[in-house]
């Protein structure tokens, strides 16, 4: 798997996570599924991070997000 990929689906989750969690503190519950959701967002972008050379800049990350999305829609 490509770094790029697994970086895109780290970020993917950490957004789809933020709802999860602001659910389940107004309900009053515990936050399970988001902090499962969120263990595994961070683990993934660690990954792509650590196994790219020379790794990430914050400012490259939306331009590598829409190379990997036009790369798999087309």
């Given amino acids: 798997m490509d770094a790029d990929l697994i970086l895109t689906i780290g970020v993917a989750l950490f957004i789809v996570t933020i709802p999860s969690l602001l659910s389940a503190f ?4 515990p936050p399970r599924v ?6 595994a967002a961070m683990g993934l972008v660690v990954t792509a ?3 790219k050379p020379g790794g990430y800049a914050f400012r490259d ?11 798999y829609i087309n």
Avoid: H, K, Q
Wanted: hydrophobic share 50%; proline share 4%; net charge negative.
């Fill in 49 to 51: 991070v650590t196994t």
């Fill in 34 to 39: 988001g902090a499962i959701l969120l263990i």
């Fill in 26 to 29: 107004s309900e009053g519950e």
């Fill in 61 to 71: 990350v939306p331009g590598i997000m829409l190379d990997v999305t036009a790369r």
